[in-house]
């Protein structure tokens, strides 16, 4: 259902493009995000945008990325800037309804000098 790309290996204050792949219905209608989990801690919210384009983000963001969605292309990214190492961790897709969620196989970021 969920295709991720996107994750490398990056210096700090670096730049990476997460990309994933999903269906036409579920870009329409799910609401769409990005989640990570670094080890020892538990998954959480990193962005979300719903069906109607509104967002959220993580308060650890604070305005280094930015989720988009592409329903033409059937994407949703997230763009992440000004990178720490504390961000390093496996980034996963998610689309949700209260009744249904799916879940990408997490793609590796890693965040290092």
């Known amino acids: 259902q969920l295709v991720e790309s996107g994750g490398g290996l990056v210096q700090p204050g670096g730049s990476l493009r997460l990309s994933c792949a999903v269906s036409?219905?579920?870009?329409?209608?799910?609401?769409l995000g990005w989640y990570r989990q670094a080890p020892g801690k538990e998954r959480e919210l990193v962005a979300s945008?719903?069906?109607?384009?509104?967002?959220n983000y993580g308060d650890f963001v604070k305005g280094r990325f930015n989720i988009s969605k592409d329903t033409s292309k059937r994407t949703v990214d997230l763009q992440m800037n000004i990178l720490e190492i504390e961000d390093t961790a496996v980034y996963y897709c998610?689309?949700?309804?209260?009744?249904?969620?799916?879940w990408g196989q997490g793609t590796q970021v890693t965040v290092s000098s």
């Open positions: 998610n689309s949700y309804l209260p009744w249904s969620e799916y």
């Open positions: 036409e219905y579920v870009s329409r209608i799910y609401t």
């Open positions: 945008v719903d069906s109607h384009g509104n967002k």
